[in-house]
């Protein structure tokens, strides 16, 4: 079993920063894939980014790309997503996610099997 806890949410102005962690327990960590996903009111779930288990490879959303930057740190069971150029269209509670299978990166919420309780972004205009 794996639990996982975010932190690092909170109110910034449109074009301002904020950096996400999610912290996961469990000694099988640093083999799973992880994405991070985020839902907005009166919206379906959906993916943000994924990385591998060995940061070897990323995977981003096209809303995304070129401004969120997902890393992780295995010797501590952390992974990171590093938010900048935040528009009001990126607020939404935001959701971290491991995929304990060997499938590569997904970006389907099906592929995933453990998740974190969520974490709020507001960016205002």
């Known amino acids: 079993q794996v639990q996982l806890v975010e932190s690092g949410g909170g109110l910034v102005q449109a074009g301002g920063s904020l950096s996400l962690s999610c912290a996961a327990s469990g000694r099988s960590f640093r083999w799973y894939t992880m994405g991070w996903f985020r839902q907005a009111p009166g919206k379906e779930r959906e993916f943000v980014t994924a990385?591998?288990?060995?940061?070897?490879?990323?995977l981003y959303a096209d809303s995304v790309k070129g401004r969120f930057t997902s890393s992780r740190d295995n010797t501590k069971n952390t992974v990171y997503l590093q938010m900048n150029s935040l528009k009001p269209e990126d607020t939404a509670v935001y959701y971290c996610?491991?995929?304990?299978?060997?499938?590569?990166?997904?970006?389907?919420?099906?592929?995933?099997?453990?998740w974190g309780q969520g974490t709020q972004v507001t960016a205002s205009s």
């Open positions: 990385i591998s288990w060995s940061s070897g490879g990323t």
């Open positions: 996610a491991a995929d304990r299978s060997v499938g590569g990166l997904q970006s389907r919420r099906e592929a995933y099997d453990y």
